[in-house]
């Protein structure tokens, strides 16, 4: 770790100030936990550390509201994920929460710092020596060729294929979530599935925000497809493990267990939060039964490209879509 | 209070933080270390530039092969050493693996030096290497011409290879484990400081002698201007049993700077800084008669070596003995590659060499069409088929009787795929047995009755969490019919007593052995029955004396006198399980039941049953948690533990706790433990035969035969993981 100026600004406004007075470069501290650790390892070396944690303008989470669920960027991911109408009216979104990291990182991480967790890839973890197209650009990827098996399979490219490692983020895109954003140049909105980028040719740069923004709210429509729905994680073990193959999926039925409104995305496999539009489009309409799930794990999966020893995690991911579909299904109204 | 009502010692001290490891000593004006490591995986420095990393404000001291550290090595724990390889690093250019350090910075603090370490800059130039078993450019040696001792000599018992071949039943299939790493809680790590010219160590560690006796050798001092201080380890598992190459330049450090130097190793280089679970492949050849009665096995094994050292391998110890088989054939060989040394890690070739031939009983009994504990118990041995010699005790048949009917294995559905759960989830049931060897070492023990009544024990062993000092204080208080708070044990301190290496299982009954001889004397000297309560205050103030202290060296039946030598020097001289009149083995039974869960199919261990057969248990509650431990080491032995290893780089890749898989609390279903409990007086007075290593052995076949009855397929590699049944 290197030394770092800190600051700790009391609101949203001197946060910006202090963020733009730091420069490029600076680091945003939130929960901490990925921040500290990466700064640990050398990958993050922010020359400067503006703390928000404490900032009022990203507290508090209302998930009463009548036309959506908003949720304060600095929310502890335990205390959403433990909010009894999110549990109740959109189980998959307190799943993909409750199903990250230990009770102890969420007690301290915060659903707007865990949309932009970095990969777990090794080589990227792993120091200078291994060669990473995200550390250093034109180093070039040792996944590729090497140790894959968490590796993406969708939305690599020849230049990076690491793994996209959250939960919430895979939930949010399904529900079609909007942040809001701060910045010196005043607030915007953008969707969520405009927040996170391919790696391409350029696998450093995994977002759009701007370096002096600041996330500040996490927004959902209200849909009824809430309730049918599930986050469905596969994993090496029960819990404190990044996912092999997850599912965020909500449905509706209709007469004859016929699918209404459907969103499904997929996580752990992908580069990004990866919403499967094709997939819904096949179910809307469908009868959901075990045939119609899997067809649509199998569309989930159609562009996938596998490496050296993640091919299994095709198959898993199109049975992990397809078992989310079931609980989704047995969940949802009728 | 009985015996079984005794609460671990410690336990309080440790949930509250009041326990003190080796690294949370911090004297005043200690300074901190930080090792730089090497990131090619063979090869030669070219270039080693400190510049910016000396330029790092607070930063006192880099040590490299630049600079002459004024140390030899400590040599090879297994070839008359002290350390857990024989190459200490720092003293030349050579790097004969990724993850080997080659410079080590000191700083005022933990940040500096972090940073500077950051900074160093090596050059290489590069050289071929091979790391994983089929890589060209290993070679591979057999054991019995590569170290020449008679124990070291291949198994060979009666004509396996023709009794195989006449065989009406045979199996023959490959399995392999590993690597793998001990990960215990407590980092690696330590302070060393000076005092005057005695260099005072606080380090965790299964072997303060040998830390004694290393680094004595090491800086060339008398073994007496070295105290070590260990008295808690915060979990070792075979990695803490040696001298490790961080502590002698940490001397080094503490002496030229005048100050105490601490470090502790980030836990991604604990993977290249000590040793651990080798690969071992294993190829193994069963024949039977169509009843399943065993008549041949041959048992070959590949195990992965460093190039500088040999582990030697002792995989067919165990599984000549398991069965009464009369014509077996073992071979070792092995492998060099270019890591550390790998060495000892809990049941270092028990839990492999069971997990092959266990599983290859399995498929024998299901060859045969007979029940797997049936085959079991038809095959018992009653004499150990090696030497020929009688078991000092066996109750393994009663291990797995026990075990059967605790676990309800009567209501097996004997065909593969033929149990399911009501919610129709395939469950499958397995068993396997084990064995493990019981070891006796040299232990000098001491007993201090004070007028007051207490009565203090100090004594060769360590406290790494399985319960030394709980079945000490426990025992004393037993004997002597007094109150367990009236009895104090240290341990893991070489300023009382000289230590041989806790591990092998061997710690308790030998240590208990020593106390249970000063403890007679104690009764001589104290003029009191040799049997029944004592008042220690009143018989201690008959005496006359303030504190009466008696002290007894005891060693292995038949064991040779030099071999207490060995042990005040630190070197290993463990007696055993072969001695004069006997052999001597623990023994278990696991029974285990898995649910592979449908959709991805992934295992879950829902139950398990172990029963040991361990002699008297000395210390109910620990034993007990041994067990329990055991069987969830197990489950991550056989389902998610395996330090992964890219060709192209050397190493171990996933060096962290979150990807270095080991199970949580909700991976592990409910354990039953039991004991048979029949005291071994043949192996020494207590009774006492040895558990914390059989408790592993045997689990993870039972959990991958368990999976081969839910789902048909036979797993032969761990771990077995969702792709493999998928």
Same mark, same amino acid.
Not at chain 1, 53 to 60: H, T
Not at chain 2, 345 to 350: D, G, N, Q, V
Not at chain 2, 526 to 535: A, K, N, Q, T, Y
């Given at each position: ?270 580069? *990004?939060?990866? *919403? ?13 039964? *075990?045939?119609?799930? *899997? ?40 | ?82 350390? $857990? ?563 192209? $780089?050397?190493? $171990? ?21 039991? $004991? ?51």
């Amino acid at each position: 770790m290197r030394p770092f100026a800190y600051a700790v600004p009391a609101t949203l406004d001197e946060a910006l100030r202090a963020l733009s007075e730091a420069g490029p470069g600076a680091k945003l501290l939130a929960g901490g936990t990925t921040l500290y650790d990466l700064m640990k390892l050398d990958v993050e070396t922010p020359p400067a550390v503006v703390d928000i944690r404490a900032l009022p303008e990203l507290a508090g989470v209302d998930t009463a509201g009548a036309s959506e669920l908003s949720f304060g960027a600095g929310a502890p991911m335990a205390d959403v994920a433990a909010d009894p109408v999110l549990r109740r009216d959109y189980p998959a979104l307190a799943e993909s929460l409750a199903k990250a990291a230990s009770q102890q990182l969420r007690n301290v991480a915060t659903v707007g710092g865990n949309l932009l967790q970095r990969t777990r890839c090794p080589y990227f973890r792993g120091g200078l020596a291994f060669p990473c197209n995200k550390r250093r650009p034109g180093s070039g990827c040792a996944a590729i060729g090497g140790l894959d098996r968490g590796h993406a399979l969708l939305g690599g490219s020849d230049a990076c294929i690491a793994t996209y490692p959250g939960d919430w983020a895979v939930a949010l895109i399904a529900f079609d979530a909007i942040l809001d954003v701060a910045g010196p140049r005043g607030s915007r909105t953008l969707p969520l599935a405009g927040l996170h980028v391919e790696p391409g040719d350029r696998p450093d740069r995994e977002h759009t925000l701007a370096w002096d923004e600041i996330v500040t709210r996490i927004r959902v429509p209200v849909t009824a497809a809430g309730r049918g729905s599930t986050y469905h994680k596969v994993r090496d073990r029960e819990s404190y493990a990044f996912a092999l193959a997850s599912a965020a999926v909500a449905v509706t039925l209709g007469a004859g267990g016929t699918v209404e409104e459907c969103r499904v995305a997929v996580g752990g496999v992908a580069t *990004r939060p990866w *919403r499967c539009h094709e997939a819904e489009r096949e179910l809307v309409g469908a009868v959901l039964d *075990r045939g119609s799930a *899997r067809r649509a794990g199998e569309t989930a999966f159609a562009e996938a490209r596998p490496g050296r020893q993640n091919a299994f995690r095709i198959e898993l991911g199109v049975r992990t879509v397809a078992e989310a579909l079931r609980i989704a299904g047995e969940r949802a109204e009728r | 209070m009985t015996n079984a009502e005794m609460p671990r010692v410690g336990a309080r001290e440790k949930v509250t933080g009041a326990a003190r490891y080796g690294a949370d000593h911090t004297p005043p004006g200690v300074a901190y270390a930080m090792p730089v490591v090497a990131t090619v995986g063979k090869g030669r420095i070219t270039r080693l530039d400190t510049t910016a990393a000396e330029a790092v404000s607070g930063v006192l001291l880099v040590l490299s092969h630049l600079d002459d550290l004024g140390i030899v090595p400590a040599g090879y724990i297994m070839a008359g050493g002290y350390a $857990f390889q024989s190459l200490q690093p720092l003293l030349d250019d050579r790097v004969a693996y990724r993850g080997q350090p080659i410079a080590l910075v000191v700083a005022d603090t933990l940040v500096a030096a972090a940073e500077a370490a950051g900074l160093v800059r090596a050059v290489y130039e590069e050289e071929p290497f091979a790391v994983e078993l089929d890589a060209a450019g290993t070679e591979t040696v057999l054991q019995e011409e590569a170290l020449p001792l008679p124990f070291l000599a291949d198994v060979v018992v009666g004509d396996a290879d023709g009794a195989y071949e006449r065989s009406p039943l045979r199996v023959d299939a490959v399995y392999e484990a590993g690597p793998q790493h001990q990960v215990p809680m407590e980092l690696i790590g330590g302070v060393a400081e000076w005092r005057g010219d005695t260099l005072v160590v606080h380090e965790g560690s299964q072997s303060v002698g040998a830390l004694r006796g290393g680094l004595a050798r090491q800086l060339g001092l008398d073994p007496d201007r070295v105290e070590v201080i260990a008295p808690y380890v915060g979990g070792g598992f075979g990695q803490k049993n040696s001298l490790q190459p961080h502590l002698a330049p940490l001397a080094v450090a503490a002496r030229r700077l005048g100050r105490p130097v601490k470090l502790v190793l980030p836990r991604a280089d604990t993977f290249h800084a000590a040793s651990f679970r080798p690969v071992s492949r294993h190829r193994v050849r069963l024949g039977a008669d169509r009843s399943g009665r065993l008549l041949a096995a041959i048992h070959e094994v590949d195990q992965q070596a460093s190039r500088h050292d040999l582990l030697p391998a002792s995989y067919t110890e165990i599984t000549s003995r398991l069965y009464d088989i009369r014509n077996f054939r073992g071979r070792q060989r092995h492998v060099r590659t270019d890591v550390q040394t790998p060495g000892y890690m809990r049941a270092p070739f028990e839990h492999p060499a069971a997990f092959a031939l266990e599983s290859a009983v399995d498929e024998l009994a299901h060859a045969a069409g007979r029940d797997p504990v049936e085959l079991r118990l038809a095959n018992d041995a009653v004499k150990d088929p090696v030497t020929g010699k009688p078991f000092s005790s066996r109750h393994l048949a009663a291990c797995l009787r026990r075990g059967a009917e605790l676990f309800g294995w009567a209501g097996r559905s004997p065909d593969p795929c033929s149990m399911r759960a009501a919610d129709g989830t395939p469950v499958g049931w397995g068993v396997a047995a084990g064995a493990y060897p019981a070891m006796t070492v040299p232990v000098l023990a001491r007993v201090r009755a004070g007028a007051d009544g207490g009565v203090l024990v100090e004594a060769g062993g360590h406290e790494m969490g399985q319960g030394m000092t709980s079945a000490l204080v426990s025992a004393v208080a037993q004997d002597l019919g007094i109150g367990a708070g009236s009895v104090r044990a240290v341990v893991g301190d070489t300023r009382v007593a000289p230590h041989h290496l806790t591990a092998g299982a061997w710690g308790t009954h030998s240590t208990l052995l020593a106390v249970h001889a000063a403890l007679r004397e104690l009764r001589e000297r104290l003029g009191v029955p040799p049997e029944g309560p004592v008042d220690v205050a009143a018989a201690v103030a008959a005496t006359g004396e303030r504190e009466v202290v008696t002290e007894a060296v005891t060693r292995g039946p038949g064991q040779p006198p030099e071999a207490v030598d060995r042990m005040r020097a630190g070197l290993v001289a463990p007696d055993g399980p072969d001695y004069p009149d006997h052999v001597a083995f623990s023994f278990v039974a696991h029974f285990v039941e898995v649910r592979v869960e449908p959709a991805a199919p992934r295992v879950r261990v829902s139950r398990v049953v172990s029963v040991a057969d361990c002699g008297r248990v000395a210390s109910p509650v620990t034993a007990d948690a041994q067990v329990r431990g055991a069987v969830v080491w197990g489950i991550g032995a056989a389902l998610s533990e395996h330090s992964e290893v890219d060709p192209r $780089f050397g190493g $171990f890749l996933n060096a962290d706790l979150a990807d270095y898989v080991i199970p949580v609390n909700a991976d592990v279903g409910a354990i039953e433990v039991d $004991f048979i409990g029949e005291p071994d007086l043949t192996l020494n007075p207590m009774g006492v035969k040895t558990l914390g290593e059989v408790a592993l052995v045997g689990v993870a076949p039972a959990i991958a035969n368990a999976v081969f009855h839910a789902t048909g397929r036979r797993p032969r590699r761990l771990p077995i993981r969702i792709e493999d049944l998928l």
